[in-house]
């Protein structure tokens, strides 16, 4: 059964950085789209990232774009990671981790495209 393990949330000050990680398991991503969204309170599940495994192509949302970048472990072919730069109030979000099978592009930024979540990690920035 595919699990998804998020990682590396914490409390930082506006113009901080942190990185988060996100750990696949129980199956095989070589042709899955990985993908964070974040959801504050009361406002819906957004979309931050997301990457082709197979090619490692990289999308954002234009919130984020310039200030956070999407990577993969190339060596563990399991891992992703969210390096966030610059953090702002704006950013303070429970942070998801989400994959599924390589999918039309249109349908990258939709959670409900995606078929298995991580638990999510807290990411706070204090102004």
């Known amino acids: 059964q595919v699990q998804l393990v998020e990682s590396g949330g914490g409390l930082v000050q506006a113009g901080g950085s942190l990185r988060l990680s996100c750990a696949a398991s129980?199956?095989?991503?070589?042709?899955?789209?990985m993908a964070w969204f974040r959801q504050a309170p009361g406002n819906e599940r957004v979309f931050v990232a997301a990457?082709?495994?197979?090619?490692?192509?990289?999308?954002y949302s234009d919130s984020v774009k310039g200030r956070f970048t999407l990577s993969r472990d190339n060596a563990k072919k399991t891992t992703v990671y969210l390096q966030m730069n610059s953090l702002n109030a704006e950013d303070t979000a429970v942070y998801y981790c989400a994959t599924n099978q390589r999918m039309a592009l249109s349908a990258l930024r939709n959670s409900r495209s995606y078929g298995y979540w991580g638990q999510g990690t807290q990411v706070t920035v204090s102004s």
């Open positions: 129980g199956g095989t991503f070589n042709n899955n789209d």
């Open positions: 990457i082709r495994w197979s090619g490692g192509h990289t999308y």
